[in-house]
């Protein structure tokens, strides 16, 4: 961060700045001092163990990255996100990171916020209207196409599976969903999918799967578009006695999307048999870090970057940096063309949570 080269009146206003936001309400943390800038950071929601993840990376980064920091929590409720971008404006923020489930309501917000001149960066989904300075998150339709071609190759073409969507008011869930349908229907034609909408609700999901395990006690795939799936099907899969190692013929297999320790730890055991793991610590670290880029009057253009991603324009006015976010298996095996490393991989940062 460079010294600041202001006036020692402008220094004493800008610690009576930080000295009142650090007395406003809806934060975790409070500002600490007038020469590190004051971000905001909102979180979805604290019910699953990816998003708690991301919860606890983000004050690591931020100190690394010389931030001072305001949270809340919007609890996957959209006026709720508004509300909070409405205390972080009065709180004096220099910038705001937030992750919107509804990426079609937030348009308004980020219009307001966009006339403040107050840079966005939306972590995980992409709004489907307006601008902000970045997206980051990994691209969604390569975890679609990464189970398709997991399930199509391990039952050899042929069967019958059942893909847990998350919420189609997401662009995750809509960017998953249809490239898992595209890549089924291109490359696995007999393959026959159950798509059932769940709008990211564990207990739906387990429901859901039990009915078409019922009426298709054939299904040989399950396809979870992340990890807020994993304990219900688990439980389901073993009270119909299915929850059987891989190499047993009623076996079920299972992709899942997140990368959670727990996943891990169920494809050791032979419990599921794949994920993608998406990066819950690289999340926080590039959202605040493009937001000091922001602040700081950086600006990015599309192409490869130094960390193992790639800039995308999306549309005019919106980059998404799209973060590696790799297949995970137990042998580490290449499945459809896609390679794989294995669970127990301790560059996953599944591995390296204390």
């Given at each position: 961060?460079?010294?600041?080269?202001?006036?020692?009146?402008?220094?004493?206003?800008?610690?009576?700045l930080?000295?009142?936001?650090?007395?406003?309400?809806?934060?975790?943390?409070?500002?600490?001092?007038?020469?590190?800038?004051?971000?905001?950071?909102?979180?979805?929601?604290?019910?699953?163990?990816?998003?708690?993840?991301?919860?606890?990376?983000?004050?690591?980064?931020?100190?690394?990255?010389?931030?001072?920091?305001?949270?809340?929590?919007?609890?996957?409720?959209?006026?709720?996100?508004?509300?909070?971008?409405?205390?972080?404006?009065?709180?004096?923020?220099?910038?705001?990171?937030?992750?919107?489930q509804?990426?079609?309501?937030?348009?308004?917000?980020?219009?307001?916020?966009?006339?403040?001149?107050?840079?966005?960066?939306?972590?995980?989904?992409?709004?489907?209207?307006?601008?902000?300075?970045?997206?980051?998150?990994?691209?969604?339709?390569?975890?679609?196409?990464?189970?398709?071609?997991?399930?199509?190759?391990?039952?050899?073409?042929?069967?019958?599976?059942?893909?847990?969507?998350?919420?189609?008011?997401?662009?995750?869930g809509?960017?998953?969903?249809e490239?898992?349908?595209?890549?089924?229907?291109?490359?696995?034609?007999?393959?026959?999918?159950?798509?059932?909408?769940?709008?990211?609700d564990?207990?739906?999901?387990?429901?859901?799967?039990?009915?078409?395990?019922?009426?298709?006690?054939?299904i040989?795939?399950?396809?979870?578009?992340?990890?807020?799936?994993?304990?219900?099907?688990?439980?389901?899969?073993?009270?119909?006695?299915?929850?059987?190692?891989?190499?047993?013929?009623?076996?079920?297999?299972?992709v899942?999307n997140?990368?959670?320790?727990?996943?891990?730890?169920?494809?050791?055991?032979?419990?599921?048999?794949?994920?993608?793991?998406?990066?819950?610590d690289?999340?926080?670290?590039?959202?605040?870090?493009?937001?000091?880029?922001?602040?700081?009057?950086?600006?990015?253009?599309?192409?490869?970057?130094?960390?193992?991603?790639?800039?995308?324009?999306?549309?005019?006015?919106?980059?998404?940096?799209?973060?590696?976010?790799?297949?995970?298996?137990?042998?580490?095996?290449?499945?459809?063309?896609?390679?794989?490393?294995?669970s127990?991989?301790?560059?996953?940062?599944?591995?390296?949570?204390?």
């Open positions: 961060m460079r010294p600041r080269t202001a006036l020692s009146s402008a220094v004493s206003a800008l610690a009576a930080a000295l009142l936001s650090a007395c406003g309400s809806g934060s975790t943390t409070a500002a600490s001092s007038s020469d590190k800038p004051l971000v905001g950071v909102d979180y979805p929601r604290s019910d699953t163990d990816f998003w708690n993840s991301y919860i606890k990376y983000t004050p690591q980064y931020a100190k690394e990255l010389g931030l001072d920091l305001k949270t809340t929590n919007s609890q996957n409720d959209v006026a709720k996100l508004t509300a909070n971008a409405q205390t972080f404006i009065s709180q004096g923020v220099k910038g705001i990171a937030m992750a919107p509804d990426t079609a309501a937030i348009a308004p917000t980020l219009a307001q916020l966009e006339a403040k001149k107050i840079p966005v960066v939306t972590v995980d989904t992409r709004p489907d209207t307006g601008k902000v300075f970045m997206v980051v998150r990994a691209d969604n339709r390569a975890y679609g196409e990464k189970a398709c071609q997991y399930l199509g190759t391990k039952l050899g073409g042929k069967g019958k599976v059942v893909m847990l969507q998350g919420g189609l008011d997401s662009i995750n809509r960017d998953r969903t490239a898992f349908n595209e890549c089924m229907k291109k490359h696995y034609p007999d393959i026959k999918v159950f798509g059932e909408a769940t709008n990211w564990g207990a739906v999901a387990a429901q859901k799967l039990q009915t078409d395990l019922t009426a298709h006690p054939d040989k795939g399950i396809y979870m578009q992340s990890s807020f799936a994993l304990s219900g099907t688990l439980q389901v899969l073993q009270q119909r006695g299915l929850l059987v190692d891989p190499k047993d013929k009623k076996h079920v297999f299972v899942s997140d990368g959670i320790p727990e996943e891990l730890k169920s494809i050791a055991a032979g419990k599921i048999d794949a994920t993608v793991s998406q990066p819950a690289l999340y926080a670290k590039y959202a605040l870090y493009y937001l000091k880029a922001a602040i700081d009057g950086k600006t990015f253009k599309p192409g490869k970057t130094d960390h193992d991603s790639t800039i995308i324009q999306v549309r005019d006015g919106l980059l998404e940096d799209q973060l590696s976010a790799p297949l995970v298996t137990a042998d580490g095996g290449t499945y459809g063309g896609v390679p794989s490393v294995k127990d991989d301790k560059s996953l940062w599944g591995n390296n949570l204390g």
